[in-house]
């Protein structure tokens, strides 16, 4: 069965933040909203320091955090692991918000414009239902869903791959479907030593942190 999965190389991430401005563009978000976040790090000890960049967000998790406590049963998870939010079931109570433990959700309760004034690209993707209810990083299933429609595969035809991974302009972001073991993001796992945000909470996000190459066996 499908499982979508997003993997982020931490040794290309350079923080230009194209991510970020490519999610809000698709996704028409307020100017406080940031689906696609970039975190900017520090790590080591003087003089050996390192700056190091870690995109976030949504981590679709196995086994959603936020989706236990909706009261409303609002958020849900798909088949192939995308999580969902149904904004006409979603009673903006914020629990999800103050349950997932990587920050990801967002509530907005009135209308927000960058420039006060929606540009054009607000206007056409303003969505009314987002507000006041709680929204979050979709891995843009509008696309995928879209795309598997015409027959095109999700994490090589941008057409039906997320916004922010097209738009990475050092290929930091990869896209695919981690139950194929020929997908781009099983062969960077399969290749490279990796890790995921929070796994000991058992959450089982799908946004994997790759950061070098595997050892090779003795």
Not at 125 to 145: E, M, N, S, W, Y
Request: glycine residues 6%; neutral net charge; proline residues 7%.
């Amino acid at each position: 069965m499908t499982r979508w999965a997003m993997v982020a190389d931490l040794r290309r991430c350079v923080g230009c933040q194209t991510c970020t401005a490519s999610c809000k563009q698709a996704n028409a978000t307020p100017p406080d909203v940031q689906w696609r976040r970039v975190l900017d790090m520090e790590v080591g000890e003087y003089p050996a320091v390192k700056r190091v960049f870690v995109p976030v967000g949504c981590m679709h998790c196995d086994d959603p955090p936020c989706m236990h406590v909706c009261p409303s049963t609002a958020t849900k998870k798909r088949p192939d692991g995308i999580v969902t939010i149904d904004y006409d079931l979603c009673i903006g109570c914020s629990y999800c918000a103050v349950a997932c433990p990587y920050q990801a959700r967002y509530k907005t309760d009135r209308a927000s414009f960058a420039y006060g004034k929606p540009t054009a690209a607000e206007e056409q993707g303003f969505d009314p239902k987002r507000l006041a209810v709680a929204t979050k990083c979709t891995f843009c299933v509008d696309r995928i869903d879209a795309g598997l429609a015409k027959g095109l595969k999700p994490g090589v035809d941008p057409e039906a791959t997320p916004a922010c991974v097209n738009s990475c302009i050092t290929q930091t972001l990869s896209f695919g479907d981690i139950e194929d073991p020929h997908s781009n993001v099983s062969g960077l796992l399969a290749e490279n030593q990796y890790f995921r945000m929070h796994e000991e909470l058992g959450t089982g996000p799908r946004f994997y942190y790759v950061w070098d190459k595997k050892e090779a066996e003795a």
